[in-house]
């Protein structure tokens, strides 16, 4: 069965899961609905500029009046959002013939909101993905797909973004003919709910007096959209874009530089050398 398709995306990486599910399954993506500024939401770049241009893009902030009549026209039989951080209004989600559905990278009722990388951040030693059904509240529909997978051997932005795209496209795999089949989900339980606020500034600096692990591991949740992860040295505030093991061994104090690069340094941390890099 070939669906129409609307994604609601404002961040690239959202739109091409949405673009590559349909391209795979035969489906037809009919309109993608973004806003006028997504690089306030995480995107380095304005998301209109990397769309095809034979696709329909409808650019608004203006859910009810604008976006709802136009989506109601083109007859979609499934609303797809993934990357979009709006609420998705009664009058757009009753569209559908089958129904809206939300893709988001973390395994919930665990890690709801904006910033779903918190998780790894804190602690979690795990990647989560869940596509659910679009609920009146971000992210707490009943959940029709969801994986969960070790930490990237890759512990960076791009590897956490990788992942997330491969476990993503699996639920869709999953959720969409669930949907159609009129499957109600799982529902959440909101026991085991938490939230996921934006990183403030001082979670964005990385402290050297952590082990390594607990470094990459921030470090790479902090940059998942776009390199933010903070190092001070010698009076000065580096953005770290990369972190990798070093085959260095040392017993100096954390903090201590052990070799400069052209573009970064080896640096003791709490158990081991880390190899930064800056851009």
Known sequence: MSLR????????????????????????????????????????????????????VLITRKLRTVAAPMIAALRPDVIISAAFPRLIPAEILEIPAYGAINCHPSPLPAGRGPTPQRLIYEGDERVGATVHRTAAEFDTGAILAQRIAPLPDDLNGSGLMQSWRTLLSECLDEAVPKLVAGDPGEPQDPANASDAPFFTDDERLLDLTEPSR????????????????????????????????????????????????????????????LRLTYG
Do not use: C
């Not at 998301?47 to 095809?52: H, R, S, W």
């Not at 591991?217 to 874009?241: F, M, S, W, Y």
């Not at 690069?261 to 158990?271: K, L, M, P, S, V």
């Open 5 to 56: 398709i609307v994604g609601l995306n404002a961040f690239l990486p959202g739109f091409r899961l949405v673009h590559e599910f349909a391209e795979r399954n035969g489906h037809e993506l009919v309109l993608v609905a973004t806003l006028p500024d997504t690089s306030r939401y995480g995107a380095s770049d304005p998301m209109v500029a990397g769309l095809p241009d034979t696709l329909n």
């Open 214 to 273: 607990v470094i990459r591991r921030k470090a790479a949740a902090l940059n998942v959209t776009a390199p933010t992860a903070q190092l001070e040295l010698d009076g000065t505030t580096h953005v770290i874009t990369r972190t990798d093991p070093a085959t260095t061994h040392s017993t100096a104090p954390p903090g201590t530089v052990l070799e400069k690069h052209a573009n970064g340094w080896t640096i003791q941390t709490a158990d081991q050398p």
